[in-house]
């Protein structure tokens, strides 16, 4: 049978200029078995699980906001997870209705999950055969600090099997930042308050300790893959591992200063929480407000401008939810054609943990100085200088990363280092000079100063 080659459309490769590079033929990609498919369902049924059982045992309890809280951070978790599955899938336009229903009661990922067992058999089945449809993709790689352009076949059952990869790490981070933060958040001031640690409770906040992890690993993943769309990147376990030391730091000393300052200020603590998370909900607004722009109209073919603006508003309030406990890694542009700043922003995440640790700070010392003896039976100096630390040494994995670990960063116009000094010294740094410096793209070297 002949094979049928089909030329996906990439919107940031130049055709003309493509002909002209030279291209190595990579290795057609293999398969490999779904274990992230099948870890992100484990926590979605988990976390989903733990989190009705404590909705049962405070109803039993008569604790009604208790109840009323975690059923409703569930909820709200669960049906963004549906509308992200939809929506990666686009199965409004397909007849899929035993998908369809299962979405419509909230086990979208299980189906899902079955789905792409079924092609990973499948595959597994006909490993050996030639595929009759293929596609060719191009990436550029860098090998020996020189850009090099691979093409290599994609087959269509090895793409689909990817597209349920992407569309569950989608999934993981929407329930990590807007379901599993504020649960674990929740539960954990409730134990504070309550003075009592009960089975269930800590087995929810254990998946949502892990979920929040994972969903913050995958953030920073994405985040490289969508700066730079036309590289293949590699991450090893090293990286895999640093990024996971910092972002799990980062976050629980973050969640945990929160709740203390909240169980010290009680109602207080409020309204400092809600305007911290509208300020960093609005502000991509705002910019685009000033700007003048107007919608972009690239997110999906098919929508109308309504739909266009649900989509936008989702992702602003994803965006938010990631800034509030971590930082995103993207910085969010509503008036650009990608929505996101694809250049190296130093000056972002710089005045972003700048923020956040004098906020730190400030509701370290407010529990220390106003805290209650009978939310915590140790110190709370010893607690408040130990929560400070743990964010110190989160924010020296992040920058240890970006100078060492980071898959492209022979591709920085400038590093942490020559960001550091130009911040110290109040002077431009001299660029850093590289042994063999290929040709970029004009969006990648951004400046600092």
């Known amino acids: 049978m002949d094979r049928v080659y089909e030329i996906p459309e990439e919107p940031n490769v130049n055709p003309a200029s493509s002909l002209e590079e030279d291209v190595i033929r990579g290795a057609?990609?293999?398969?490999?078995?779904?274990?992230?498919?099948?870890?992100?369902?484990?926590?979605?049924?988990?976390?989903?699980?733990?989190?009705?059982?404590?909705?049962?045992?405070?109803?039993?309890?008569?604790?009604?906001?208790?109840?009323?809280?975690?059923?409703?951070?569930?909820?709200?978790?669960?049906?963004?997870?549906?509308?992200?599955?939809i929506f990666v899938h686009r199965d409004l336009a397909k007849d899929k209705p035993l998908s369809l229903f299962m979405h419509l009661i909230l086990l979208g990922p299980v189906i899902r999950c079955l789905e792409a067992m079924i092609k990973y058999l499948t595959l597994w089945k006909k490993?050996?055969?030639?595929?009759?449809?293929?596609?060719?993709?191009?990436?550029?790689?860098?090998?020996?600090?020189?850009?090099?352009?691979i093409e290599w076949e994609v087959g269509h059952s090895i793409r689909t099997l990817a597209m349920h990869r992407n569309a569950y790490k989608r999934m993981s981070q929407i329930q990590a930042f807007l379901g599993s933060v504020p649960q674990l958040t929740y539960q954990f001031y409730v134990t504070l308050i309550s003075s009592e640690v009960s089975q269930g409770r800590v087995v929810l906040m254990v998946f949502s300790l892990i979920s929040v992890t994972y969903g913050a690993t995958l953030c920073n993943m994405l985040a490289i893959q969508i700066k730079y769309d036309d590289y293949k990147i590699r991450l090893g376990p090293l990286e895999v591992l640093c990024i996971t030391i910092w972002r799990t730091l980062e976050i629980t000393s973050r969640l945990v200063i929160l709740v203390l300052f909240s169980a010290t200020l009680k109602m207080?603590?409020?309204?400092?929480?809600?305007?911290?998370?509208?300020?960093?909900?609005?502000?991509?607004?705002?910019?685009?407000?000033?700007?003048?722009?107007?919608?972009?109209?690239?997110?999906?073919?098919?929508?109308?401008?309504?739909?266009?603006?649900?989509?936008?508003?989702?992702?602003t309030v994803l965006y938010a939810g990631i800034n509030f406990s971590?930082?995103?890694?993207?910085?969010?542009?509503?008036?650009?054609?990608?929505?996101?700043?694809?250049?190296?922003?130093?000056?972002?995440?710089?005045?972003?943990?700048?923020?956040?640790?004098v906020e730190n700070v400030i509701m370290v010392l407010v529990f220390k100085f106003f805290g209650v003896k009978v939310l915590l039976n140790y110190c709370h100096s010893l607690i408040a200088l130990q929560l400070i630390i743990a964010y110190l040494i989160s924010i020296g994995f992040m920058l240890l990363f970006f100078q060492y670990l980071h898959p492209l960063r022979l591709l920085f116009t400038h590093n942490v280092v020559?960001?550091?000094?130009?911040?110290?010294?109040?002077?431009?740094?001299?660029?850093?000079?590289?042994?063999?410096?290929?040709?970029?793209?004009?969006?990648?070297?951004?400046?600092?100063?």
């Open 127 to 149: 490993e050996g055969q030639e595929e009759p449809y293929v596609s060719l993709t191009r990436k550029k790689m860098l090998i020996d600090g020189e850009e090099v352009l």
């Open 28 to 85: 057609n990609p293999r398969f490999t078995f779904p274990f992230g498919i099948l870890f992100s369902t484990f926590l979605y049924c988990g976390e989903a699980a733990s989190a009705l059982y404590m909705v049962r045992i405070y109803r039993k309890n008569s604790e009604t906001y208790w109840m009323a809280y975690t059923f409703s951070f569930f909820m709200f978790s669960s049906i963004m997870v549906q509308l992200t599955l």
């Open 326 to 357: 971590c930082w995103s890694a993207l910085q969010l542009r509503l008036a650009d054609r990608d929505l996101v700043d694809k250049g190296q922003n130093w000056g972002h995440m710089g005045l972003h943990y700048s923020v956040r640790l």
């Open 418 to 449: 020559d960001y550091l000094h130009c911040v110290c010294c109040h002077r431009h740094p001299r660029a850093r000079v590289e042994n063999a410096e290929p040709s970029f793209e004009p969006e990648a070297r951004q400046s600092i100063v």
């Open 268 to 315: 207080k603590a409020v309204p400092f929480i809600v305007l911290n998370f509208l300020i960093i909900l609005f502000e991509p607004w705002v910019r685009f407000w000033k700007s003048g722009a107007q919608l972009p109209n690239n997110i999906e073919k098919n929508f109308s401008r309504v739909g266009t603006l649900v989509v936008l508003i989702s992702i």
